[in-house]
């Protein structure tokens, strides 16, 4: 039986690696998305030592478009569809992220990287994404981009603000609602909230192993063809909007 394939953005460390190792775990192959090729190549070797051989570097920088759309030719010449598109390239920006203060170079550097890189990467790959008979999209928020959450005082992280990060996770979200309905019947596309995990991206100041943040963005990229689809979750449940 031939292995379902997936694509992760920014796959090289992190929640995207440890997705990658899960999934390759998991009897899928990988195309480990990374758009610096040392790292790329270093986090494959990694993985190939651990014995999981399918899996190779598919360098991708999901903020040019002359890269995703080399990433996307490279891919279809090898596969004529993608089961799976994760994307999870994402970047905090500098902090502090104060509303009245943030510059606007670092708003369009995190929304260029998490939101307009989302999209970019959907429209030049959703060719291949649509042939697959089970396809799958799932885009990396986070539960900061929860305006509900925000708007709770009782939230655990309700004092934590930023003028950047979350609102480009909230634009992500919005984006995806009308993603997953003009691609309902066709496409699983939903939203997968990893949580405050221990990773570079926050310093390793997250309580969360990477395992746990990874586990339910693994559990909704192998969906089966009943599973849903317009949902924002975590490991705990849906996440509020």
């Keep these: 039986?031939?292995?379902?394939?997936?694509?992760?953005?920014?796959?090289?460390?992190?929640?995207?690696?440890?997705?990658?190792?899960?999934?390759?775990?998991?009897?899928?192959?990988?195309?480990?998305?990374?758009?610096?090729?040392?790292?790329?190549?270093?986090?494959?070797?990694?993985?190939?030592?651990?014995?999981?051989?399918?899996v190779e570097l598919l360098l991708i920088d999901v903020t040019n478009e002359a890269s995703v759309q080399k990433a996307h030719n490279e891919l279809a010449a090898k596969i004529d569809h993608l089961d799976v598109l994760i994307n999870n390239a994402g970047i905090p920006g500098s902090f502090p992220q104060v509303s009245y203060a943030t510059s606007d170079a670092t708003m369009k550097e995190v929304f260029e990287v998490n939101f307009f890189g989302v999209i970019r990467t959907v429209r030049i790959f959703i060719d291949l994404v649509k042939k697959s008979p089970n396809p799958r999209i799932v885009n990396v928020t986070s539960d900061l981009g929860s305006l509900a959450y925000h708007n709770d005082p009782d939230w655990q992280y309700y004092h934590f603000k930023s003028a950047a990060y979350?609102?480009?996770?909230?634009?992500?979200?919005?984006?995806?609602?009308?993603?997953?309905?003009?691609?309902?019947?066709?496409?699983?596309?939903?939203?997968?909230?990893?949580?405050?995990?221990?990773t570079e991206f926050n310093g390793n100041q997250g309580p969360k192993p990477v395992e746990d943040g990874a586990a339910p963005i693994v559990e909704y990229a192998m969906l089966g063809v009943d599973g849903p689809t317009g949902k924002y979750v975590s490991d705990y449940g849906e996440t509020p909007w």
């Design 1 to 54: 039986m031939e292995k379902q394939t997936v694509l992760i953005t920014g796959a090289n460390k992190g929640i995207g690696l440890e997705a990658a190792r899960q999934l390759a775990t998991a009897g899928y192959y990988i195309y480990l998305g990374s758009r610096d090729q040392d790292r790329g190549e270093k986090a494959v070797a990694e993985l190939k030592a651990e014995g999981l051989n399918d």
């Design 166 to 198: 979350g609102p480009s996770k909230t634009a992500l979200n919005a984006y995806t609602v009308a993603l997953a309905f003009d691609l309902k019947d066709k496409v699983k596309v939903n939203m997968v909230n990893p949580g405050y995990t221990n």
